[in-house]
């Protein structure tokens, strides 16, 4: 039975979503017993006993009940209470009684056979006294039980041994679960799909007898499923902070699976945003929620006017600082205004000289420098520089003689020589600020104009600066990834970048001190700095990006997205970068946390899974083996090949109409419709089909066996110690539900 829903608080931006509040799962495990497998009342002496001895749940009872009285795992634990110096077996839901033993859980079987047959003799035990048995010495009871499909003959061999040595029964009969099934559920001519916990088995029926020679077997089952989800999910999550043990993997795949009816169009729209909230399921794992204190509103004020008189003096401070590289990036341009003029007004011979003092190779290094100095300034002039002066401030000891002042007045010159540089380098600022808006305002008008004129014309040019800006970013951000790693090619070149560049910084001229720009060297030969890009190698050393820069590129993309929003209909906010980045149209972000935001601070969040995917990938392995890396046919390609290639044409007919499932993994939700529907698109046009399931898939087996022990074909088909005596240990009598004697 699943598990119920929890309502958990849905958040602002669910619910502006318009996203149903969040329902949670928790992780389903097999519960802690708190008290004994009670003791069957009143044992029926001479009434066959009905062993269902499967690798996952065990049944036991006897035939005339209606049911089995005793169902648990087909476990087994030993372990030693220290405390009392005592050695303990417990066998199915008694191992949870103790935390210890269940450390130690063990099963019987390896795959679908026994392997401790020690083991399956102590469950054995436990069975035969949990419902009541008081003979002395025996087992005064016929025993009928379930084997494999094509069960080798050592198994069957060892457990006659059992039976017959051990417990002295006086005959046992065995027979095939899934046919024990059909049988209980009226069956006559048809195919039954068994798929159990270790295999999925395919067996036509004829005249209520198994066809075992037509009979298949795909190596998958419950206990694979359950794997399956644990390693899609150790797959999805690596650093889930809690382990997904083997039984709640088989939980999670009992309470929320489900065979899709149309695999290939449910899982190409199942990670869409509209209606996932309806399609996955929200796992959330024991957690221990960290309670944070509590702050009185006193404490909150005064934290927040610390944060913000903080935040005002990090304003000042940068404000300050940014006037400060203004200032000296002013007075290097003027000094290198000044070199031009020199340079121009000297004689041609000197040229060389000047330019190998100051470090530069030729005029074109100058100018670069001076231009970039410009570029910078202006950037830089677009920063707020503070509030307008409220009056021209005077500065009336700048211009007097040292000699005509006192030492406190030559003090205050200084400061006031510091003020007016700074009084002049806002004014120059102002200035300039009135010099690119009256720019900017012509720029405006020449695109208006050509708006007005061309706007096809003007959307396409927009268009096209927005794209190389796009690809700019995305090829930065491209080489920022493979920097981070050394082996990448980009890494590998910028190693050899350095190494050159520290192998010539021998031979590099000296540069003026104070100067804040690369200027170029005395190699004649040396290309490095015609290039643009050649100077982010210095960014690379340094290993940081230029954030100046990317900051620009974004504000400029979004100008030109509002720009492009305004004038051009067929770009809408679905089209914006902003919008690409949304994690509503990261399919990644779905497939991984769903319709919601994540917060990755929660531990909450930490400890949820989305079953998405998952819920249809796992059952689909039984129609498409090869997603789970099975190289085996499906249920439809042996049914095809059963119905349609190997059984008699005119007994297929009658075999189409009772397509039966049983077993554990009949439980999933729409294993038959699926089922009819497949068939239907291989069969003719108006062939006679029905594909139904069993009234119970895990228990119609034993009440099928329970069933066919009253009757008379029971004693006919068992086994007696005669038998076992004369004929062999390995000896089977044949009946309509057994595998053949061979």
Known sequence: MAPSATDATAGSSDQDNGIPPLQVYGIRDIPKSDHVEPQSSGWKQGTPIVLDLGTYNSRVGYATESGPSHVFPSQYSKFRDRKIGRSYTLIGNDIYLDNNSKQSMRSPFDGPLVSNWEAMETILDYSFNRIGVESQGSVDNPIVMTELLGCPAS?????????????????????????????????????????????????????????????????????????????????????????????????????????????????????????????????????????????????????????????????????????????????????????????????????????????????????????????????????????????????????????????????????????????????????????????????????????????????????????????????????????????????????????????????????????????????????????????????????????????????????????????????????????????RKSTLHLFLHGPRVFDPESQEQAHRMNLNIERIRVPEVLFQPSIAGIDQAGVLEVLDDILLRRVDPNVSGELLKDIFITGGQAHFKSFDERLQLDLQSILPVGAPLKVRKAKDPSLDAWKGMALWAQSDEFKASSVTRADYLEKGNHYLVEHSYSNQYF
């Not at 169009?265 to 996932?276: P, R």
């Not at 021209?392 to 400061?415: A, G, Y």
């Open 155 to 583: 198994q069957r061999k060892t457990f006659n041994e059992l039976f017959f040595e051990a417990y002295d029964v006086p005959s046992v009969a065995y027979g095939i679960d899934s046919l024990f099934s059909y049988k209980y559920n009226g069956g006559k001519n048809g195919v039954v799909v068994s798929s159990g916990n270790e295999a999925t088995h395919i067996i036509p029926v004829i005249s209520g007898k198994g066809q075992l020679s037509l009979a298949k077997r795909i190596n998958w089952g419950g206990r694979q499923a359950g794997s399956y989800m644990q390693n899609l999910l150790n797959l999805k999550y690596p650093y889930f902070p809690v382990k997904i043990t083997p039984s709640q993997a088989s939980f999670l795949v009992h309470d929320h699976c489900y065979v899709s009816k149309d695999y290939a169009h449910e899982v190409a729209n199942f990670i869409n945003f509209e209606g996932l909230e309806t399609r996955e399921r929200v796992i959330q794992a024991p957690f221990t929620e960290i309670v944070k204190e509590e702050k009185t509103q006193e404490e909150i004020d005064r934290i927040n006017e610390r944060r913000k008189e903080s935040g005002r003096r990090l304003q000042e401070q940068a404000s300050k600082m940014r006037l400060e590289k203004l200032m000296q990036k002013e007075n290097d341009l003027e000094y290198y205004r000044q070199l031009q003029e020199r340079i121009e007004a000297g004689p041609k011979k000197d040229v060389k000289k000047m330019l190998d003092r100051e470090g530069f190779k030729d005029m074109n290094a100058l100018q670069k420098v001076m231009n970039d100095l410009n570029k910078a300034i202006r950037r830089a002039r677009k920063e707020d520089l503070g509030d307008d002066e409220p009056e021209v401030p005077t500065f009336p000891l700048v211009d007097t003689p040292d000699d005509q002042l006192t030492p406190e007045q030559i003090k205050e010159k200084r400061k006031q020589k510091l003020l007016k540089a700074n009084y002049d380098a806002r004014m120059r600022a102002k200035e300039e600020k009135l010099i690119e808006l009256k720019r900017h305002e012509e720029e405006e008008a020449k695109e208006q104009k050509w708006r007005e004129t061309d706007l096809e014309g003007w959307i396409a040019a927009r268009r096209s600066q927005r794209d190389k800006l796009l690809e700019r970013v995305k090829e930065k951000k491209k080489l920022k990834e493979e920097l981070s790693n050394r082996k990448s090619l980009a890494s590998q070149m910028r190693m050899k970048n350095i190494a050159a560049l520290a192998s010539n910084e021998s031979g590099r001229s000296k540069r003026r001190r104070g100067a804040t720009n690369n200027r170029g060297d005395d190699d004649a030969d040396d290309t490095f700095g015609a290039d643009d890009g050649d100077w982010s190698i210095y960014r690379d050393i340094a290993n940081a990006s230029d954030e100046e820069e990317d900051e620009e590129e974004s504000k400029e993309i979004k100008r030109l997205e509002a720009e492009l929003l305004k004038y051009d209909d067929n770009f809408t906010v679905e089209d914006t970068q902003e919008a690409a980045l949304d994690w």
